[in-house]
């Protein structure tokens, strides 16, 4: 019998037992590690033996003939992946910094209308750059399930804080007044500091949870 490497050394001889030739059968098993499941262990001329196509099953191995040689080929037992929960921490760093560039560019648009000093489009395509950047490198080191789910949130809150911005030079292009207070009551403004708050609770707890603030 010729077989790959079975996982080191496997103390236990296999024996071909044939049918109808009487046996000494103990109430033992064999179990492979890695392998559900196990192949009654029969005792034949002082030796631990099992049946050599229930081992076959046991490891997903296959058996083949030629002449009087049987080949016993053994396989690897798949490895179960991890679960894929939680974030991972090269995503979780690069999320916080992407939203301290988005809020960076919000606290700068907002002091600029507080005190009259309308947004002009060099200053905006700074920050733009930076919060666009930054959320880009975040999407590339999601590797979970909730780093993908999380990364199209800061996604949103990206695309919300554009529109914020390009409402406010437009209004300024218009040589429409821009009171003091304008963010105070917008609702695009109110709904990116809703999705900040919902995406800080997600870092703090480790977990993903959509409640809607973002869309």
Known sequence: MQGKSFYGSLIWTVCFVASGIAQSQQSRTLIVDGHPGHVAVIEANGKSCVEIEALANLTNGSLSFNGNQITLTLH?????????QGF????LNAGIESMSEIREWRSALQSAIRYGFPPNDDWVNRYRGAATSSVRSASVQASTDSDRSAAQLLGKELDHMQQ????MLAMRKNMTYIVPNALANDPLDQKIINCAHSLSAMAANGQFHDDGACH
């Open 88 to 91: 991972s921490k090269a995503f």
């Open 76 to 84: 690897a037992a798949p490895v179960a992946q991890p679960a894929s």
């Open 164 to 167: 914020l911005s390009d409402k």
